[in-house]
């Protein structure tokens, strides 16, 4: 409704800080995360596609972050001195592919967020006029799982071989011959659960927001399985 809407949308980042119901005053750590939430939904409401992209860039490019860590971590035991010397950086501190990253980053800014978006304008006008129930929302995840969870982990898959790893488009063919009805299987372990819970109980305008943070774990594992796989024929 409009004013489930107004709630999430309307507040005024000057004033939102102090707005916390039963309490005369926050501690400047939840002044500054209210404040920080606040110019978010003020961002949202006025440039809802790119304040939609640049998140999605900065969690595509933290979840890679993430699982080139965990790459490294899983690695270095088994590491010879040279091979940590390579891996280590000034400070002794772990590599960073900081192009993997970037071109993650590059990824959820162009594909991720503006595509949710759309996608989800397009299923709220698909549905739209149909109260909200049950059946409702398991229609919106099975129809969501069905035609964009694919196309989705299409678009990842090619947009890692091609640009991260550097392969051919033979050798793309090859990986989703043999591996997208895997990565498919997996997804359909998470994102039918994240969708129903999505489509039930968040608003429309931070429903993007939500698959990303959930994608923050999705996009770790795509992208560490990457990572380990080029780790290996190093």
């Given at each position: 409704?409009?004013?489930?809407?107004?709630?999430?949308?309307?507040?005024?980042?000057r004033t939102h800080a102090n707005m916390v119901p039963g309490k005369a005053s926050i501690s400047s750590s939840g002044s500054v995360f209210h404040l920080a939430w606040?110019?978010?939904?003020?961002?949202?409401?006025?440039?809802?596609?790119?304040?939609?992209?640049?998140?999605?860039?900065?969690?595509?490019?933290?979840?890679?972050?993430?699982?080139?860590?965990?790459?490294?971590?899983?690695?270095?035991?088994?590491?010879?001195?040279?091979?940590?010397?390579?891996?280590?950086?000034?400070?002794?501190?772990?590599?960073?592919?900081?192009?993997?990253?970037?071109?993650?980053?590059?990824?959820?800014?162009?594909?991720?967020?503006?595509?949710?978006?759309?996608?989800?304008?397009?299923?709220?006008?698909?549905?739209?006029?149909?109260?909200?129930?049950?059946?409702?929302?398991?229609?919106?995840?099975?129809?969501?799982?069905?035609?964009?969870?694919?196309?989705?982990?299409?678009?990842?898959?090619?947009?890692?071989?091609?640009l991260i790893e550097k392969k051919s488009a033979q050798a793309l063919r090859k990986k989703l011959t043999s591996q997208l009805v895997g990565v498919q299987l997996n997804?359909?372990?998470?994102?039918?659960?994240?969708?129903?819970?999505?489509?039930?109980?968040?608003?429309?305008?931070?429903?993007?927001?939500?698959?990303?943070?959930?994608?923050?774990?999705?996009?770790?594992?795509?992208?560490?399985?990457?990572?380990?796989?080029?780790?290996?024929?190093?």
């Amino acid at each position: 409704s409009s004013k489930k809407r107004e709630k999430w949308i309307n507040i005024n980042p000057r004033t939102h800080a102090n707005m916390v119901p039963g309490k005369a005053s926050i501690s400047s750590s939840g002044s500054v995360f209210h404040l920080a939430w606040a110019l978010y939904l003020d961002k949202l409401a006025k440039k809802p596609v790119q304040t939609k992209a640049f998140t999605a860039a900065f969690i595509q490019a933290a979840s890679d972050v993430v699982a080139q860590s965990i790459v490294g971590r899983r690695s270095r035991a088994g590491d010879g001195e040279d091979e940590k010397k390579k891996r280590k950086g000034k400070g002794g501190k772990a590599l960073i592919d900081v192009r993997r990253t970037a071109l993650m980053a590059v990824f959820g800014f162009v594909w991720v967020g503006p595509g949710l978006h759309y996608w989800q304008r397009f299923l709220e006008s698909k549905f739209a006029g149909r109260k909200q129930s049950l059946r409702l929302v398991l229609e919106k995840a099975c129809f969501d799982q069905a035609f964009y969870g694919p196309v989705a982990n299409v678009a990842m898959m090619t947009f890692i071989t091609l640009l991260i790893e550097k392969k051919s488009a033979q050798a793309l063919r090859k990986k989703l011959t043999s591996q997208l009805v895997g990565v498919q299987l997996n997804a359909w372990k998470v994102w039918p659960l994240a969708s129903i819970l999505n489509y039930s109980f968040v608003p429309v305008e931070l429903r993007v927001l939500f698959m990303n943070l959930v994608g923050f774990g999705w996009s770790t594992f795509l992208n560490y399985s990457s990572s380990r796989t080029l780790k290996l024929k190093k």
